[in-house]
């Protein structure tokens, strides 16, 4: 139904068209055969013998002379002679003439407007049935509200053929005035005039159709056949609707130049709505080239005609032009009318002081909340909400904040439901509800909204919250919101379509977040270039970008380099380059940099270079958990213990034989590393690090040769000699004693060092091996591979493998994976594993799962489902240790509702750490598991309880922070103090400490906390405890004197592994003394990790420069100082926020913007700024100077 406001603007066109029509039909009367020049000439003798005809009283020529006179045809134009003439004929009864009269009379023209007299004569000339007349007699009557005769004179009208009459009667019946209301009877007239050619019905009717209006069924085709009708008979509003559906595409192809064409023909006749349509095509760039200028010239012709409408869209196109003071004219001009939409717009320039609006939050609130709940304006929800919950002009409120997000969302906003969402997610205002959280996603996403998209990928890409994982949406929403450059959605796209081996389609996301700049996407691109993934192999290119990633510092990159030329891997293999990245990446605290030091080192035979490594990364936190921390502790304790001990005990921090027992003891007993049984019993046997006991001893090689299956022969030879059984055939093996510094002597050629009964063990396996015995091969191999003999070592393997001992076929694998008495070959070594595997060897496959979930450079690429099926058949040959990787790989992948179940198994079956794993997914709520934090906190105190090591410090943090449990100091203190005394946990020993020095453990003393440091620092080198032995050498704490160079020394072994706080100390101290160059690497790895006080630092640094002696150490560089001071605001430093406000306020760096600078200000005096933030708002609201002096800072 078309609305009335429309049906006033048809009958304003209806009476511009009968103005129209009666011009063409004077000029008609004066075209009567010809248009040639002879037939014009004659024109001014046709004036004359009309006016003679006129002047004898002839009403018919009276009539002509007047129109000829209100056309200048034949004479000069004359309206008001015209209206004399045109008076006189109808005075003397011409129904032509006393038509126009009335038509004066009503439209005003040269006389008043008279609607009296205007029906006296069109009452006139329609009682000489003039169908004109009949029909505007009809419709003044009807507007003045008499409907019954206004019927007669247009249904008289109608049988006279009057188009007008038949619209008017539409109109009527369309909207019930003075009839029954009968949409099928509005359309019979509409249509009769339509057939007609009558363009306004023309354009009723196909309006109507493409509305679906008066009864009709929505019919696009109908539309635009009666529009494209009206519009070619130059019908304006035709024109403009038929427009709007090109564009849109509605009924037919999109077609924004045919749009632009049919918005040009209807602007050239003044339609106003047009004029604005076109200042929109130049602004989009929709069938015309895209020009801003063009678009502001339309929107401002549009406006001067009176378009509320183009006067917004004026004031939006200028606030995205960054032109904030025109803007805000424009929305005031467009607020003046009553829209809504520019009220609002109004109302948040003042609520942020743009352009030259005034800075008056509190009158903007109260003028978005009369839009928001005094005229149910929905677009000013939002920004209520918004107001409430950043606290502008009103106080903070999340609550209604939430309220207004919800009346936002429920409106369709898309903004209020992504805000909607986001609240219930994080439990902002509203109780947390991730479930109904995804539902307002789901909506936003819907609409387009990018983050929204990337929020609702993370649902389906993790199966977070019950909701099944499910990749491919995951996949369409990544990419939703990468289309629309979004970073964080671009990484998580790419990662996505690697996981899934969607090389090639992972590229061009890849290059989009490299050519943003993302350091991430360029990363892994180089891994696609290098591997050849998805596209040609690209050396080159991949190096390219590694060594930009590794130039603006990308601990990865330096780390992915350093295993290119580690592995040999597209370029020649430089292991001393490798060392470099490595330890360049090491030094930015990569955990695998430090390990990968430690193999390389062992893998050159350099021990005393590899055992600080490896103890480094044995105690590193980040690598807590994991196989490697697992494999360096136990290098740590063999180093000590047997295998290199020498090198070991030249390193002044080693630990000692006693604690490498330990912790050989804890691997084997709290975390089932089952490589650690037989050396534990071999400690036991030999006395190293632990009384000697047999009985110990004959346990633990028992346990070795039940669940060591490589261990299995000799351990078994191991336990019949210590019960004295007379030991020979194929399952004996001999391993010789070793000196005290752990360099056996044992040979292939001399054995007079070894002891008289292992001697004779080593003939015996000889002469074994001699006669072709494969076992004797193996086990005498083994005895060459403890003693350090690899040459002799890799023969023996070699030679059992050639007769199909599997035993030696994987360690075979072993000497060529790890390159040991032969050149390094990963694919033979692969080869070797894979024979191994088919023999049902549960530990080959696991070391082939291993290499194809890691990979190794380019010649094995990484195979996660590979890798996932050799752990799979070496579960089958009975493998728990294969459940438990397999679940940690699903579980570093992000598929935690997998590894979740393959964790339960494995702790089903006895693995302790599957076991502290299931807890904590139950702590979390991760894979889909129900949260349930005092549940988990029961288990991890089961656990505990069992004396699992690394369940104490769990229980511990949980009783510390009251997670699962009420928070109990004395609780967090007792399994703090347990996991230290049981198993020497350095992490425990730091976190007693902490709570003496804060006055919440047994003791109070300074003297007691550094105690505890000390020996987390002696146990485990921990970092922050490293840290703050530091401060208490600094600052005399403890009992200690006063020493820098001391402090600085455990400031730089804290600060060696990644101990931010550290590293600002370190800064401090180097520039005390002057050693500029190296304060101001510490200063700034401690800015890159956060620490305010670098930032903070450095910003002052680069604003003022520093120099000494008129050497630059520092150069003045505002765009450095302004980032640095950034980043400090950002950890919530008033100070920097403070000084940031400044350079807005006075326009260092950046643009003058003094609201900015005032809402910084104000964020400055949130964060705690006190007096100097509240002088720098006050200075600023009465100061209008714009200085470039210098900040003092």
Same mark, same amino acid.
């Given at each position: 139904m078309i609305h009335m406001t429309m049906l006033k603007s048809m009958l304003q066109s209806l009476s511009l068209l009968k103005i129209l029509r009666t011009r063409l039909l004077l000029s008609g009367l004066h075209n009567v055969t010809s248009t040639d020049g002879e037939f014009r000439v004659m024109l001014p003798s046709a004036f004359a013998w009309f006016e003679k005809a006129s002047i004898a009283g002839n009403t018919l020529a009276q009539y002509r002379t007047g129109a000829m006179l209100a056309q200048g045809v034949g004479v000069k134009q004359d309206d008001i002679k015209a209206f004399d003439w045109f008076k006189k004929s109808a005075d003397a009864g011409n129904k032509y003439g006393q038509y126009l009269v009335g038509l004066h009379y009503e439209q005003g023209l040269t006389v008043a407007e008279d609607p009296e007299k205007s029906k006296e004569y069109y009452l006139k000339s329609a009682m000489q049935d003039f169908p004109d007349a009949q029909s505007s007699l009809g419709i003044r009557l009807a507007d003045d509200g008499n409907h019954t005769d206004a019927i007669v !004179?247009?249904? =008289?009208? $109608?049988?006279? #053929?009057?188009?007008?009459?038949? &619209? =008017?009667?539409? @109109? @009527?019946?369309?909207?019930?005035?003075?009839?029954? *209301?009968?949409?099928?009877?509005?359309?019979?007239?509409? +249509?009769?005039?339509?057939?007609?050619?009558?363009?306004?019905?023309?354009?009723?009717?196909? &309006?109507?159709? *493409?509305m679906g209006d008066l009864g009709l069924e929505q019919n696009y085709s109908e539309a635009l056949k009666y529009l494209q009708k009206s519009a070619e008979a130059g019908f304006p509003s035709a024109q403009r609707v038929l427009g709007l559906m090109y564009s849109e595409g509605v009924g037919c192809t999109q077609d924004h130049s045919t749009a632009f064409s049919w918005f040009q023909k209807a602007a050239a006749k003044n339609d106003v709505r047009s004029i604005g349509l076109l200042g929109n095509c130049y602004e989009k760039g929709?069938?015309?080239?895209?020009?801003?200028? *063009?678009?502001l010239e339309y929107y401002e012709q549009a406006a001067e005609a009176g378009s509320d409408m183009a006067e917004y869209s004026m004031g939006q196109l200028l606030h995205m032009l960054k032109r904030f003071n025109e803007a805000f004219r424009w929305y005031q001009k467009a607020a003046k009318h009553e829209r809504q939409s520019a009220r609002l717009m109004v109302a948040r320039y003042m609520l942020h002081g743009w352009g030259d609006a005034p800075h008056n939050p509190e009158a903007a609130f109260s003028? &978005? =909340?009369?839009l928001a709940d005094k005229e149910d304006f929905s677009s000013a929800f939002f920004w209520v909400a918004a107001c409430y919950e950043e606290g502008g002009g009103v106080a903070k409120d999340l609550a209604k904040a939430y309220l207004y997000y919800l009346k936002s969302a429920n409106a369709g906003d898309v903004?209020?439901?992504?805000?909607?969402? &986001? @609240?219930l997610s994080n439990g902002h205002g509203v109780q947390e509800n991730r479930k109904d959280a995804f539902e307002w996603y789901t909506k936003a996403a819907a609409k387009g909204h990018k983050t929204a998209q990337f929020s609702l990928g993370l649902f389906y890409s993790k199966g977070l919250e019950g909701i099944p994982q499910d990749l491919s949406k995951a996949q369409v929403l990544f990419e939703k919101a990468a289309k629309q450059d979004l970073p964080v959605a671009i990484n998580a796209l790419s990662k996505l379509l690697i996981k899934q081996k969607k090389f090639q389609q992972a590229i061009p996301w890849l290059q989009k977040g490299a050519d943003f700049g993302d350091i991430t996407s360029m990363r892994e691109l180089a891994i696609l270039y290098g591997k050849g993934k998805g596209v040609q192999q690209d050396k080159s290119a991949a190096f390219k970008l590694l060594q930009t990633c590794a130039k603006a510092k990308d601990t990865h990159a330096l780390f992915m380099l350093g295993t290119y030329y580690h592995e040999g891997s597209?370029?020649?293999? #430089?292991?001393? +380059?490798?060392?470099?990245?490595? +330890?360049?990446?090491?030094?930015?605290?990569?955990?695998?940099?430090?390990?990968?030091?430690?193999?390389?080192?062992?893998?050159?035979?350099?021990?005393?270079?590899?055992?600080?490594?490896?103890? +480094?990364?044995? $105690?590193d936190e980040a690598l807590k958990n994991t196989e490697i921390s697992r494999t360096a502790r136990f290098m740590v304790a063999r180093y000590v213990t047997s295998l290199y001990s020498a090198a070991a005990t030249n390193d002044p921090d080693s630990v000692t034989k006693a604690e490498a027992f330990t912790i050989l003891l804890n691997l084997a007993e709290r975390e089932q590393y089952h490589a650690?049984?037989? !050396?534990?019993?071999?400690?036991?046997?030999?006395?190293?690090? $632990?009384?000697k006991s047999v009985e110990d001893a004959l346990q633990w090689f028992q346990l070795a040769a039940d669940q060591c299956l490589d261990m299995t022969v000799e351990a078994e030879r191991r336990i019949a000699r210590l019960q004295a059984v007379p030991t020979r055939g194929d399952d004996l093996e001999c391993i010789p004693e070793e000196s005290e510094e752990g360099e056996s002597d044992a040979g292939s050629e001399d054995l007079s060092v070894i002891p008289e009964d292992r001697r004779q063990d080593l003939e015996w396996l000889k002469s074994q091996a001699d006669q072709g015995n494969a076992e004797a091969m193996y086990q005498l191999a083994r005895n060459f591979a403890e003693c350090g003999d690899e040459d002799s070592a890799f023969e023996f393997f070699e030679k059992g493998a050639e007769m199909d001992h599997i035993d030696s076929i994987r360690e075979l694998g072993k000497c060529y994976h790890r390159g040991r008495g032969c050149v390094r070959d990963i694919l033979h070594a692969v080869k070797l594993y894979k024979t191994a595997a088919a023999g049902k060897d549960?530990?080959?496959?696991?070391?082939?799962?291993q290499i194809y979930e890691r990979g190794v450079g380019n010649v094995v690429p990484r195979d996660p489902e590979a890798a996932s099926q050799c752990y799979s058949a070496a579960m089958e040959y009975g493998s728990v240790n294969a459940i438990y990787l397999a679940a940690q790989m699903h579980h570093t992948r992000g598929e935690y509702g997998t590894a979740i179940e393959l964790y339960r198994t494995a702790a089903d079956q006895g693995n302790v750490m599957a076991n502290v794993m299931c807890a904590r997914y139950t702590l979390t709520g991760l894979g889909g598991v129900e949260k349930d934090q005092e549940k988990a906190f029961q288990s991890l105190l089961k656990i505990a309880k069992s004396e699992c090591s690394e369940a104490f410090n769990s229980v511990a943090q949980c009783y510390e922070m009251g997670i699962g449990t009420e928070q109990n100091d004395a609780q967090a203190l007792e399994w703090f103090l347990k996991s230290a005394s049981v198993v020497k946990d350095a992490n425990a020993m730091y976190h007693i400490g902490r709570m003496i020095e804060e006055g919440r453990g047994t003791g109070q003393s300074a003297a007691e906390a550094l105690n505890w440091y000390q020996l987390a620092n002696e146990t485990g080198r921990h970092r922050s405890a490293q840290y703050k032995i530091g401060v208490f050498h600094k600052e005399g704490l403890g009992g200690l004197s006063q020493d820098l160079d001391v402090a600085q020394l455990y400031f730089k072994k804290a600060a060696d592994q990644g101990e931010e706080k550290a590293m600002q100390e370190l800064a401090q101290l180097f520039w005390m003394q002057k050693s500029y160059s190296l304060a101001l690497v510490y200063y700034e790895q401690a800015a890159s990790l956060g620490v305010i006080e670098a930032n903070f630092t450095l910003g002052k640094l680069y604003h003022a420069g520093f120099k000494v002696d008129e050497a630059t150490i $520092?150069?003045?560089?505002?765009?450095?100082?302004?980032?640095?001071?950034?980043?400090?605001?950002?950890?919530?430093?008033?100070?920097?926020?403070?000084?940031l406000g400044s350079y807005y306020q006075h326009g260092w760096h950046v643009q003058i913007n003094r609201g900015i600078a005032l809402s910084l200000y104000e964020k400055a005096i949130e964060q705690g700024g006190g007096t100097l933030a509240q002088l720098a708002v006050a200075q600023l609201r009465r100061s209008s100077s714009t200085t470039t002096d210098l900040p003092a800072l």
């Open positions: !004179w247009l249904e =008289k009208a $109608v049988q006279n #053929d009057s188009t007008p009459a038949l &619209l =008017k009667l539409g @109109m @009527m019946y369309e909207e019930g005035h003075g009839v029954n *209301r009968n949409y099928e009877v509005a359309l019979v007239h509409y +249509k009769a005039a339509a057939n007609r050619d009558d363009p306004v019905a023309q354009y009723l009717l196909g &309006l109507n159709y *493409r929709h069938g015309v080239e895209q020009d801003y200028g *063009r678009a003028q &978005l =909340k009369d903004d209020g439901e992504f805000q909607v969402a &986001l @609240m597209q370029v020649e293999q #430089d292991l001393d +380059k490798a060392l470099e990245l490595y +330890k360049l990446a090491a030094a930015q605290g990569s955990s695998l940099a430090i390990y990968g030091i430690a193999q390389i080192c062992h893998s050159q035979e350099r021990f005393a270079e590899a055992y600080p490594f490896y103890r +480094k990364a044995a $105690v650690a049984y037989f !050396w534990v019993a071999d400690c036991y046997e030999r006395g190293l690090g $632990v009384s549960h530990l080959a496959l696991t070391l082939l799962g $520092v150069p003045q560089d505002y765009s450095s100082a302004f980032a640095y001071f950034t980043d400090a605001s950002n950890e919530g430093d008033a100070t920097s926020t403070i000084i």
